[in-house]
């Protein structure tokens, strides 16, 4: 059954519903910048503020409500980025692979230029992954469910390479922290059940919270880092707060649209499986852009390719996990299951059969969320122009003003001192890694992939009846994963390998010649 | 005459001859203390007289907040204060319910969770220092059976063919189960019923129903037990073919029980639902404030059956039995031996 890609006669009945509703629009500035806004709070996801919000979203429409909630979502997938570029603090697992090169680009002054880069990445990625979902809505949600277990098992190990990539002075010890992660990421049920390493604290059976650990490894070894230095940029010349060089940090985004493609790609495919999310895209986004560049050594130290990857990457997955929730009713994270809860309070069936009657009104988000581009867009700009100017905030306060924000952020998300426990548990950690030269990036990396890399490895071992070679063989597109994943772990040194070689024998020959000459 | 007067009496009457200042004071403490002390009574009578919070022990978006969310608006109306939702997930819905149980058992509070099989884990398996003696479960407004589906353009498109299927081959056939479940429970039974090892079928574990769901409708799997209401909205891409239930439901096409299908082998199986939504409140409220646990559990029942209430909680896909506190705990305690029966598959995972 051949279905025209786009339904005209819904799209005209969608502009209509924009036309004729103005709380819609009305929502959707204030939208954007509460979710800017408590994005850029370390610890303060847009699930949270998403929960807070779902009660009030009863006494809207059901259009006006998604679209609040979906510019909640875009406004914090873009403010996330801000303390990750200026203090090297992700303020959720979204924005990890930002801070890699965001943050050495702050420290070396080009602060104003790496977050005109994200805003760029984050408005381009958000806008050409919703662009994807209006041609092909249905054929994305229904290309997702092609992948399984091995699939996505390929996909992580692709993210877990980077602990390899993000290393110190010392690879082996860059290896050690990532199983660290790992390590603590097996912490709690196993997805089989079995009870590991929570010492009969009931609040471990879920795992340890990734959100308050991982700021509290980063604030906590950045605080380290910071200890001899009075302000985040050193040079005094260059702790400004320039309009222009965050514009031309947006121009230079543009100059890469390679890099913006791959990552809203990635985004809008992988982005709306459940428990993938923006974290892994914009791990993946980033693992991919440095693998594929001439010089991958120049990320993780203020390369500009490595923050636009890692904000097309996360900024693109709302595109992705919306067309799952509204294709297939699947909430692919914790904030489309907020969504899924709105759309029930509506008393509002989701499910495949939503696309079909209601196609006008996911038209109408879709159109939307172009608009919700522009908008945040005007207002990233003025929220950076006012954020950035905490370089010129003395550490010595800054530093507290963070660590008491993601307090309340891990207080708020826990519900209860777990949180905030946890965050100085491993600012403790972090702080040791980052004095004996462990990487605290690889850690997070560790900590972020390991549990859904474990729990992927199971399912394909037990899917496949104990690797049986024949579920391997009738998976075309993981054989395509895999061969990609060794060759671009393998091809570097090969080729190099190979190089070597050639000049050897050249060398040999050339040896000979002489000789017989 | 008394032959013993009350003395505070005496004593106020010799305040009233000495109008000190310091009595006087105390004859205002003590009015006010009256005053308050009455006030208070007005207050009891008219309890509630703050927001009544509803803890769910699960994620915002899932069967449970739904159903606390539609009985929230409903609730305040019959209360006449605001109720509102306050979702506290983790650990099998262990730290919810035990955050709970930390709150002051006032009825101003109440919880939404799953006694069966959720409870039973966390009692048995985790060790959760709490009983099912210590909660007095109003109603089990919502039970949850187990629904076999299979892919739609699947391998398999009965349930008869599924087991055929195992029997001839073990070993081959995938299965979805989420881990810690009444689907997990329900699947050993069966094959422990059918006399077949664990391994008879590759049993694939899933942390939530919804990953599960979208592995079958990609056709990643060969059948999966599953929630059945909580999957009505995938029909289109998931067909049932069999429920773990007494009877066959009309919402999952009139699949046929798993024990219909079953028959020819001579073999009846042991189901627990899949799992139970309740409306709960402290074990000890009846005692201690008899009047809060009436008004509570009246207007829960009313609401319960206010066609009005029926007919919004059906388009949303909630339940809406009354079984009442006695029936409820019948239920719960069937399902929990059969759980105990089948304990050994508590450990075997």
Same mark, same amino acid.
């Given at each position: ?275 993938? =999310? ?172 390991? =549990? ?66 | ?146 629904? $076999? ?51 008879? $079928? ?40 069999? $429920? ?13 029980? $798993? ?91």
């Amino acid at each position: 059954m051949e279905q025209p890609v786009i339904d005209w006669q819904a799209l005209q009945s969608s502009l209509h519903l924009l036309g004729s509703s103005y709380s819609a629009w009305l929502l959707t500035i204030p939208g954007i910048a509460l979710g800017m806004l408590g994005g850029a709070i370390p610890g303060v996801s847009s699930a949270l503020i998403l929960a807070i919000v779902l009660p009030a979203t009863l006494w809207m429409s059901l259009l006006s409500s998604l679209i609040f909630m979906t510019a909640i979502y875009t406004g914090a997938a873009f403010g996330v980025a801000i303390p990750a570029i200026l203090m090297g603090v992700p303020g959720s697992p979204a924005a990890v692979a930002t801070s890699f090169d965001g943050y050495p680009m702050t420290q070396r002054g080009e602060h104003n230029l790496a977050l005109g880069l994200a805003l760029a990445a984050s408005t381009l990625g958000h806008m050409g992954a919703y662009l994807i979902l209006f041609f092909g809505i249905g054929i994305i949600s229904h290309a997702v469910l092609k992948l399984g277990p091995l699939e996505m098992l390929l996909l992580m190990l692709w993210g877990l390479t980077l602990i390899a990539a993000l290393r110190g002075r010392y690879v082996s010890r860059s290896l050690v922290s990532g199983l660290i992660g790992i390590l603590i990421a097996t912490i709690g049920l196993s997805p089989r059940d079995v009870i590991r390493g929570t010492f009969d604290l009931p609040e471990l059976l879920d795992g340890v919270p990734v959100v308050p650990a991982m700021i509290g490894l980063f604030a906590a070894s950045e605080l380290f880092n910071l200890a001899g230095t009075s302000y985040l940029v050193s040079r005094s010349d260059l702790r400004t707060v320039r309009i222009g060089e965050i514009a031309r940090g947006m121009i230079e985004a543009l100059r890469h649209p390679i890099v913006i493609l791959r990552g809203l790609v990635i985004g809008a495919t992988i982005g709306g499986l459940p428990g993938v =999310g923006a974290a892994v895209c914009n791990l993946v986004s980033y693992a991919e852009t440095r693998r594929g560049d001439k010089h991958p050594e120049s990320f993780g130290k203020g390369n500009p390719k490595g923050v636009i990857a890692a904000e097309s990457g996360n900024a693109s997955s709302e595109a992705g996990s919306m067309a799952t929730l509204l294709a297939l009713g699947i909430p692919g994270g914790a904030s489309s299951a907020v969504m899924l809860a709105a759309l029930s309070l509506h008393d509002v069936t989701s499910g495949p059969q939503f696309l079909d009657t209601s196609k006008d009104v996911v038209y109408a988000i879709i159109l939307n969320n172009f608009v919700q581009g522009a908008i945040m867009l005007a207002l990233g700009l003025g929220l950076i122009g006012l954020m950035a100017n905490v370089i010129r905030i003395p550490v010595r306060i800054l530093i507290p003003v963070i660590l008491v924000l993601a307090t309340f952020g891990s207080y708020g998300l826990s519900g209860n001192m777990a949180g905030p426990l946890t965050m100085v548990v491993f600012g403790l950690l972090g702080w040791l890694m980052q004095r004996h030269d462990y990487s605290v990036p690889a850690c997070v990396v560790g900590l972020i992939l390991g =549990g859904k890399v474990e729990a992927n490895l199971l399912q394909t071992y037990q899917i496949s009846g104990g690797w049986q070679f024949s579920y391997f063989a009738g998976r075309p597109i993981a054989m395509v994963l895999l061969l990609l994943l060794l060759f671009s772990l393998f091809s570097r040194p090969i080729m190099q390998w190979w190089k070597r070689q050639r000049a050897a024998s050249a060398a040999a020959l050339q040896e000979n010649k002489a000789k017989s000459a | 005459m008394m032959l013993v007067p009350k003395p505070d009496k005496t004593t106020e009457q010799k305040d009233a001859k000495l109008v000190t200042r310091r009595p006087f004071l105390r004859m205002l403490a003590g009015a006010a203390a009256m005053g308050g002390l009455s006030a208070r009574r007005a207050v009891a009578a008219s309890w509630p007289d703050r927001p009544i919070t509803i803890v769910v022990s699960t994620n915002a978006g899932g069967g449970f907040d739904t159903m606390a969310r539609s009985l929230a608006p409903a609730l305040s109306k019959e209360l006449g204060v605001p109720v509102n939702v306050l979702d506290k997930p983790g650990g099998a819905m262990l730290l919810g319910t035990k955050y709970f149980l930390s709150l002051p058992h006032d009825g101003n509070t109440l919880l939404v969770s799953g006694p069966s099989p959720y409870w039973y884990f966390d009692i048995n398996k985790f060790h959760a220092g709490f009983d099912l003696k210590d909660f007095t479960v109003l109603n089990v407004q919502w039970t949850d059976k187990t629904g $076999v589906f299979v892919p739609k353009g699947g391998r398999f498109q009965s349930f008869r063919a599924i087991l055929d299927a195992i029997k001839a081959q073990p070993g081959t056939v995938s299965c979805g189960v989420v881990r810690d479940s009444g689907e997990f429970f329900n699947s050993g039974i069966l094959l422990k019923s059918l006399k077949l090892p664990p391994t008879a $079928v590759r049993l694939v574990t899933y942390e939530a129903s919804a990953p599960l769901r979208t592995a079958l409708a990609g056709n990643q799997l060969d059948f999966g037990m599953v929630s059945a209401e909580a999957s009505l909205s995938m029909l289109s891409l998931i067909k049932p073919v069999a $429920v773990f239930s007494d009877a066959p439901m009309e919402v999952l096409q009139n699949a046929p029980t $798993v024990n219909d299908v079953l028959k020819p082998d001579g073999i009846t199986a042991d189901f627990v639902p899949s799992s139970m939504r309740a409306l709960v409140t402290y074990a000890d409220l009846k005692q201690r404030y008899p009047d809060r646990y009436a008004k509570l559990h009246d207007a829960y029942k009313k609401i319960l059956h206010d066609p009005e209430y029926i007919a919004k909680a059906k388009k949303q896909a909630i339940e809406t039995d009354w079984l009442g506190e006695k029936q409820s705990l019948e239920k719960i305690k069937a399902a929990y031996a059969i759980f105990d029966k089948y304990k050994a598959l508590l450990s075997a995972q």
